[in-house]
């Protein structure tokens, strides 16, 4: 019976946390607190999906931009066809989806260092179509450029906070559901050893794709949320290299290749977010900054440092801390479950 | 048919000549990619800061842009060699990953900075022979073009004989081939990184000086530059001088005709699609294994 | 009386990660000598080898070469010093000349000043490289880089040439002169250490030799001797 209770005692707290957050707006929070939350909960979507495919899935991709701008501007363009938003978002997943399934033929033939470049010119070339092209509406002077998001000024802010939400829990749960599946563990066996990986059987080139797919569609979403509380969208900030940065930062402070990484890192994020607003001038300087020395300080990330700290303090010391397999950690975790 | 051929000499003449910037910031992106096998993603903006080192000695003390470089080469060797040292060789260390994302903190740092000294508007290198042009048949070509041309092949011929004629420069060529055995060799790792990415940004500072005096720049135009100088990399083969060389020119061409056709998007929109296409033909480089 | 040993590994543990591949492992050899370390594939013989020459380090035990303790040495340190590894598997540097290759391995200080008379010896020993020396490496047949190789490690000036597998690969009759210029070098002063899965031939070529077998030294002793001991004969020679 207390075995029992115990196993679910992380479950009955993370239900309680989200009730207790959904029901924020209902209980008369302040509205700068549910912006906060909203940047929150889009910044955590878009980097647990980051850290899947950085993190667990050795993809190191520099192109949620991408997602986040395709995304966003499908929504937007439904909206000027009558489609409502909330059908929009999601169709904007989708169409952020199919990309990842479109490009993947080519991007997945290249390997380390040249993955990461070719995914980093994706969002640049969409910036530059989305530039030129048009869809929708009348021919602005020189092409294509910015749009409204069509009916979305009315709707109340604890809509746009309880999507928010929504997506943000939906990405806790998805990763930590990942992780636990047959999935989860094949990736773990392709970031040990890709080779010996595929020797046992594993179709590497399959869970790689499936993984980025699932990351393009979530973080499509999020940024389509986004873009709905914004109420406009354009190509140079909807394909802004800003976008990699927060996932980068959010990850890399919390820990890349940790469950948690991503939870604790977009906390920080979303404070220096807000914080360094009124130094606009010098943000992406602060950050920069940040990024470089936790990267030089403590590339486990703070998840990971104190996960570090209490295997020190627990006398495991000589474990091998430097290679932060998810393989033994989730094996560590099992064992600890089980005990 | 024969006028809209004699209408493309133009920009086919102009974008092999500055095909040259290609070059010379490829040669440096590939010196580092060499030895460390981490793309320098910042290597477009030290390019820029480049450009407004040379602006504000410039506008500061009139001094022209091409000689500026006798303190400009010098002091970004210096840097290039203490960011290698103090940075990236520490997170090197760590993994190629985190490298690469060092490098992408570093490149945002200068952008921001950049922002911060000289604004976010577009400058230029304005000088007595800015608008000069000359006469080749019915084509007129800015000065400046042939510059890029020239510089170019200086640039190459210099780092060749460097590569080949030198105890460093064989080290250097050595630890791109085989770095175990170049250890082997007694040659240390962390300093050829270092004199590998100090002449990386010095010539990052060349091509800076001569792209500032081609075209107008701004905090955040060097990404464009390293996607390009990236893609030449790959379509003329790691540690080839002569396929640097007409990668370069390639690229320039694709830019010239790309805008020639498409305007202003289409300057960037056909080498971003190249080297894209490029990366899915050959996704380990032309020069894979 | 017996003679300071060049160099004296003592009791060393080496580890890939948590994986040990080498227990307590001990050998010396004198100046002079040629020694050969042989055993089967993956009995953990480069890793040793990898571990004098500073690209692995030991968990526990300590190496000394000429009376001063290199353990914890980079392997472009201990070339200095006057160690020249020639590594498993022949590799020149594949784009670069044979006289490139043989240069870049004069590369430490104290060779370079030595470079040419050290040039003249190595075509001496192999007048082909002289033929041969403006083509690329990696234009070479397979004896001819094995040549460059040991060629490029005796630029360094070394007083202990180490190689790695010199006859994998090979045939017979040019391993067999090889080894002929082995001991040409060997009698200019050069000690020499090899790792050979060739048993058999190193053995009657070597002065000394140890036997690895997974990890573990198993046999040691003037090599002819080892000819003789009926475990060695059963084990690689299915006598």
């Known amino acids: ?339 | 048919m024969l006028e809209s051929l004699s209408a493309l000499a133009t920009p086919i003449t102009m974008g092999i000549l500055y095909g040259g910037l290609y070059v010379v910031i490829a040669l440096g992106l590939s010196l580092v990619f060499g030895v460390m096998k981490v793309i320098n993603v910042a290597h477009g903006d030290f390019v820029i800061l480049g450009s407004y080192f040379a602006y504000v000695v410039l506008t500061s003390k009139g001094v022209d842009p091409v000689l500026s470089l006798g303190l400009g080469i010098p002091l970004f060797f210096i840097m290039g060699i203490l960011i290698q040292k103090y940075l990236l060789y520490r997170a090197f260390k760590i993994s190629t990953d985190a490298a690469l994302i060092i490098a992408f903190g570093i490149s945002l740092i200068i952008q921001n900075a950049a922002q911060l000294a000289w604004t976010p508007m577009s400058k230029s290198l304005q000088t007595g022979y800015s608008f000069k042009s000359f006469q080749v048949g019915d084509v007129y070509i800015p000065l400046v073009y042939l510059l890029d041309f020239i510089v170019a092949v200086i640039v190459v011929v210099v780092v060749h004989q460097f590569l080949q004629r030198t105890y460093l420069g064989q080290a250097i060529t050595a630890a791109s081939q085989d770095q175990q055995t170049a250890e082997l060799m007694g040659i240390n790792p962390a300093t050829v990184y270092q004199y590998a990415f100090g002449i990386a940004i010095a010539l990052a500072a060349v091509a800076g000086v001569f792209l500032g005096l081609t075209f107008p720049f701004n905090p955040i135009s060097g990404v464009p530059f390293l996607i390009i100088a990236f893609g030449v990399i790959i379509l003329g083969g790691l540690g080839s001088m002569v396929g640097t060389f007409i990668g370069g020119m390639i690229f320039g061409l694709s830019q010239s005709l790309g805008g020639h056709f498409w305007g202003p998007t289409g300057q960037l929109l056909v080498p971003f699609l190249m080297v894209l296409v490029i990366l899915t033909i050959r996704p380990q480089g032309l020069f894979g294994r | 009386m017996p003679e300071e040993a060049l160099l004296h590994v003592n009791n060393i543990d080496v580890f890939y990660g948590n994986l040990q591949v080498l227990w307590d492992i001990s050998l010396e050899v004198r100046s002079g000598e040629m020694v050969a370390i042989a055993g089967a594939n993956g009995a953990g013989k480069s890793t040793l080898l990898k571990t004098i020459s500073g690209l692995m380090h030991p968990a526990r035990g300590n190496i000394h070469f000429n009376s001063r303790e290199i353990t914890h040495l980079n392997a472009h340190e201990i070339v200095n010093l006057g160690i020249s590894q020639v590594p498993e598997g022949r590799k020149p540097f594949p784009e670069m000349t044979v006289l490139q290759n043989l240069v870049i391995g004069s590369y430490s200080q104290k060779a370079r000043t030595l470079r040419n008379k050290n040039l003249a010896k190595v075509y001496e020993f192999f007048p082909l490289l002289k033929k041969r020396k403006n083509q690329l490496a990696k234009t070479l047949s397979g004896g001819e880089q094995q040549m460059l190789v040991i060629g490029r490690g005796l630029m360094s000036n070394p007083r202990i040439l180490i190689i790695d597998e010199m006859s994998l690969g090979l045939s017979p009759i040019f391993v067999r002169e090889l080894f002929g210029v082995l001991h040409d070098i060997k009698a200019q002063g050069i000690t020499i250490l090899l790792v050979e899965q060739n048993v058999w031939q190193t053995l009657h070529e070597a002065d000394r030799a140890y036997i690895i077998e997974t990890g573990r030294l198993v046999l040691s002793g003037n090599a002819r001797d080892l000819c003789e001991e009926e475990e060695v004969r059963n084990a690689y020679f299915g006598a």
């Open chain 1, 1 to 339: 019976m207390g075995i029992v209770i115990r196993r679910y005692t992380p479950l009955i707290a993370l239900g309680m946390v989200i009730a207790i957050l959904a029901a924020l707006p209902a209980l008369g929070a302040p509205k700068t607190w549910l912006l906060y939350l909203i940047y929150f909960y889009i910044f955590l979507a878009a980097a647990n999906m980051w850290n899947l495919l950085a993190g667990f899935s050795g993809l190191l991709a520099l192109c949620p931009a991408a997602f986040i701008g395709l995304a966003g501007y499908t929504m937007t363009i439904l909206t000027w066809l009558q489609v409502p938003y909330y059908v929009g978002l999601l169709a904007g997943g989708v169409v952020a989806a199919l990309f990842s399934i479109l490009i993947s033929p080519s991007v997945f033939r290249m390997r380390g260092i040249y993955f990461a470049i070719g995914t980093l010119v994706v969002p640049e070339v969409l910036r530059l179509v989305f530039l030129r092209w048009r869809p929708v509406g009348g021919q602005l002077q020189g092409g294509g450029a910015g749009y409204m998001v069509k009916g979305v000024s009315g709707i109340p802010m604890q809509q746009t906070y309880w999507l928010g939400l929504a997506v943000g829990v939906a990405s806790v749960l998805l990763i930590a559901f990942i992780l636990r599946s047959k999935f989860g563990f094949g990736l773990a066996a392709i970031r040990d050893n890709d080779v010996s990986a595929a020797s046992s059987g594993i179709d590497v080139f399959r869970l790689k794709l499936y993984s980025f797919i699932i990351a393009a569609f979530m973080t499509g979403v999020a940024g389509a949320i986004f873009f709905t509380y914004q109420g406009y969208i354009e190509p140079n900030s909807a394909f802004n290299i800003r976008w990699l940065m927060i996932v980068l930062l959010a990850t890399v402070i919390g820990g890349k290749g940790i469950e948690e990484g991503p939870l604790v890192g977009t906390i920080i994020v979303v404070i220096l977010h807000f914080q360094l607003a009124r130094y606009a001038d010098i943000s992406l300087l602060i950050q920069g900054t940040i990024l470089v020395v936790i990267m030089l300080a403590v590339p486990q990330g703070i998840t990971g440092l104190v996960r570090d700290l209490r295997r020190a303090v627990a006398g495991r010391a000589l474990l091998p801390t430097g290679n932060t397999s998810i393989f033994s950690f989730i094996l560590s975790r099992r064992r600890k479950s089980h005990e």
